[in-house]
């Protein structure tokens, strides 16, 4: 593991630097940041550095508890997938996109840092006995179907291990696992998708939740196996199965356990459920509950922007996913109670493709176009706030900056908070 960066606040700043590495701890090698940290919680610890020119460094401390000693590291090497998923999002992509969406990340400590989702099927005994042993919990883990032939067919890796197996021995051993499934029309739904159901929920409460998400595909899809997404009768049986099942399980165990995703009840065009219908809300980052979550915090901060009065027109551009539930549960209050001049606009994903709806997944050239036709009409223009990375950045890789240049007016990133968002607007 070598150093990136010592804090000045360290114990051992004036001592290693960046580019030191640690060779071990209490005499163990340290396999990366996570194992640093779960090995350096002990009272008495001897860690020993090398300099660049490889000569040792040791230093012990007692009854210390040094957390992360102030030291960052050089990222670790991320384990990357082996399956040849037949809906897989990162096969599905042109060339010239930003770097790190053609990572096929398959790495448990991902899973356990970041939320990220991972199937198990590169993590060897040693990897779980580690997980266990480190209590590296909760994991998020892709299922698809617990029938095991169904599921070697979707992820196309004849070699891989049973999964209700491997998450029993998880939970066994008290690891929590958030679960989901990736639901493509007439292979793992329908009769398939209630014994999933039924088979990770008698994992409970070991296996704590099942996210159920609808198939993402886009127009590059050449050579790739023959999908297609949900209509709007689809969408409502699967919410019809997915909401029986709760209502059994809510008896049964006390939780509604699974959950259909956000983009359901929008190809549904179904009324979103309150906010307590997703309980505790540990798949948020997974599209559930995040409209419903959206709405209401803008319910209840709405009557703070009374006092704003304007003739400022904003343009907030968004996704085919946001834009039904914007448009008619926020966007009337915002102009009939409130006066302002605001307008929301759906801009078509023409990059990936119209089946992919999601405001994130929209590239700066498609707003960038879109903008470009409508901007005339408003003084400024608000954007998506989750359509651009920590650098500013597109997914196409075209900067803030650049697309302010063009527009020639003011350009707002948006806030999950739209009250938030409007009272910055405005103010």
């Known amino acids: 593991m070598q150093i990136a960066n010592v804090d000045p606040d360290s114990p051992l700043f004036g001592y290693v630097r960046p580019g030191y590495k640690v060779v071990s701890i209490n005499g163990e090698a340290v396999l990366d940041e996570i194992d640093f940290r779960y090995k350096t ?30 030291l960052t590291f050089v990222s670790s090497k991320i ?67 617990t029938d095991d032939k169904l599921r070697r067919c979707m992820l196309k890796n004849e070699k891989l291990a049973p999964i ?20 493509c029309p007439g292979i793992n739904d329908g009769d398939q998708l209630d014994r999933t159901i039924s088979e990770l929920v ?18 590059y899809r050449d050579n790739l196996p023959n999908l297609r997404t949900y209509n709007k009768e689809e969408a409502r049986q699967i919410i019809n199965l ?14 509604r356990f699974v959950w259909p995703a956000d983009e359901f009840f929008v190809v549904a065009e179904k009324k979103f459920p309150a906010l307590s219908y997703y309980e505790e809300m540990n798949q948020f980052e997974n599209g ?44 009337p209050y915002i102009t009939s109670e409130l006066g302002l001049k605001v307008e929301i606009d759906l801009v078509k994903n023409c990059f990936w493709g119209e089946g992919v709806t999601i405001s994130g997944l929209l590239t700066g050239q498609d707003l960038l176009r879109h903008a470009r036709k409508n901007i005339e009409r408003f003084d400024c223009l608000v954007l998506p706030p989750n359509c651009l990375n920590m650098d500013n950045l597109f997914l196409d890789n075209l900067s803030l900056k650049q697309f302010q240049s063009v527009l020639q007016k003011p350009v707002y990133i948006g806030q999950y908070d739209l009250a938030a968002t409007i009272k910055d607007l405005y103010q």
Do not use: W
């Open 41 to 70: 919680t002990d009272e008495q610890i001897d860690i020993l550095f090398a300099d660049k020119d490889g000569k040792e460094l040791s230093f012990q401390f007692e009854e210390y508890l040094p957390g992360d000693l102030g």
């Open 79 to 145: 384990r990357t997938c082996k399956n040849d998923c037949i809906f897989c999002f990162i096969v599905q992509q042109p060339q010239g996109m930003r770097r790190s969406l053609y990572i096929k990340d398959e790495d448990y400590r991902l899973s356990f840092t970041h939320g990220n989702f991972i199937t198990l099927s590169n993590t060897n005994d040693e990897d779980i006995d580690r997980i266990i042993e480190q209590r590296l919990s909760p994991l998020y883990v892709s299922v698809h179907a």
């Open 164 to 183: 209700v197996p491997s998450l029993k021995k998880l939970g066994d051993n008290g690891i929590i696992v958030h679960t989901q499934v990736v639901l």
């Open 202 to 219: 008698e994992l409970y409460p070991s296996v704590e939740t099942l996210a159920v998400v609808p198939v993402g595909l886009t127009k």
């Open 242 to 255: 997915v909401e029986q099942m709760q209502k059994k399980l809510l008896k049964k165990i006390g939780t």
């Open 288 to 331: 559930i509950g995040m409209v419903r979550e959206f709405i209401t915090m803008f319910n209840r901060r709405r009557f703070h922007l009374k006092e704003i009065k304007s003739d400022k027109r904003a343009l907030f551009l968004t996704g085919a996913s946001a834009f039904p539930f914007f448009n008619k549960d926020i966007l």
